[in-house]
Nanobody
């Protein structure tokens, strides 16, 4: 059973930076398809950034390209999301996700929340203008 625990959220002004962390237990980050999703009040959960098991290739939502970077520390089993040049529209609850099954992940697509079985509890990011 994979367990995910996020941390690093907080309140910042526009233009600021935050780094989110997701500690993984019950699995290894290098063998999992992992992603960061976010959900603002009244909106659907949306994919932000994904890292692909094995290859380490990454996928980003257009809205965060050039500003956010997803990475993993395989030795420590931690997934990160470095967020720079934050905007008020980035305000949301951010969730770490993981999927061990390649067929399930491929069937749904990397930015589809239904592609992921395991979820953390979320960490709040608030960006003020």
């Amino acid at each position: 059973q994979v367990q995910l625990v996020e941390s690093g959220g907080g309140s910042v002004q526009a233009g600021g930076s935050l780094r989110l962390s997701c500690v993984v237990s019950g699995g290894t980050t290098s063998a999992l398809y992992m992603g960061w999703f976010r959900q603002a009040p009244g909106k659907a959960r949306e994919g932000v950034a994904v890292i692909i098991a094995g290859s380490g290739s990454t996928v980003y939502a257009d809205s965060v390209k050039g500003r956010f970077t997803i990475s993993q520390d395989i030795a420590e089993n931690i997934l990160y999301l470095q967020m720079n040049s934050l905007r008020p529209e980035d305000t949301a609850m951010y969730y770490c996700s993981a999927e061990p099954s390649s067929w399930r992940w491929a069937a749904k697509g990397p930015m589809d929340a239904e592609a992921y079985t395991y979820w953390g509890q979320g960490t709040q990011v608030t960006v003020s203008s």
